[in-house]
């Protein structure tokens, strides 16, 4: 079964402590991004990655680290300088090339601070 | 930086009204304009996209406009349906770059 997993769906984390958000996927994609889901602001870039070994700030980095050592799995770390983690996460990725092409969607990790 | 912006924030319209939602861009580069929807606990899914070679595109009810020169592209639903109801990004690309989000709208179809 083809697509793109993120994991865990939900996931709570201790004030402090870095958290580490799990994003695979198996349609053989360049293009890798995280975003995060406020209520009624959309969806905003934390980092992408166009190619294996290279990624780049989004809008929100500040307080995210992210690695792309394999080209199925871009993993985000939530750290404790993020000042309000709580959200919705959400993981894409998408062929590249010469033209953009649709973006997959992973489920979503709901991160609740405690 | 690149940013896109969408509206309105919420949309009410009657069942089989017709609803419209407009975005524009700021990059100049960007070629690529995909629509999202999202229904209550579910991943974004692609609906319609347009590339910036083409001003028009339908896919049954659902077409999407595209403006270069004042870039604008909107979404347009005819004869809506209770199912239609859900949260509707925009987003813009250039190539082999990022993903730009709109920030959402809240489509409710009124029975």
């Known amino acids: 079964d083809g697509g793109i997993t993120q994991s865990p769906k939900y996931l709570f984390r201790k004030e402090g402590q870095n958290v580490t958000l799990s994003c695979e996927q198996n349609l053989n994609h360049d293009a890798m991004y995280w975003y995060r889901q406020d209520p009624g602001q959309g969806l905003r870039l934390i980092y992408y990655s166009q190619i294996v070994n290279d990624f780049q700030k989004g809008d929100i980095a500040e307080g995210y680290s992210v690695s792309r050592e394999k080209k199925e799995s871009f993993p985000l770390t939530v750290t404790s300088a993020q000042k309000n983690p709580t959200a919705f996460y959400l993981c894409a990725s998408s062929a590249t090339g010469h033209l953009n092409t649709e973006a997959f969607f992973g489920q979503g990790t709901r991160l609740t601070v405690v | 930086g690149e940013n896109v912006e969408q509206h309105p924030s919420t949309l009410s319209v009657q069942e089989g009204d017709s609803a419209v939602i407009k975005c524009t861009y700021s990059?100049?580069?960007?070629?690529?304009f995909p629509w999202y929807k999202q229904e209550l606990g579910k991943r974004p899914q692609l609906i319609i996209d347009i590339r910036s070679n083409v001003g028009e595109k339908k896919d049954q009810r659902i077409a999407v406009t595209l403006n270069k020169t004042a870039k604008h592209f909107s979404l347009h639903i005819t004869e809506t349906q209770p199912e239609d109801s859900a949260v509707y990004f925009c987003?813009?690309?250039?190539?082999?770059?990022?993903?730009?989000f709109g920030s959402g709208t809240r489509l409710s179809i009124r029975p």
């Open positions: 987003a813009a690309s250039s190539s082999a770059s990022k993903i730009i």
């Open positions: 990059d100049s580069a960007s070629n690529y």
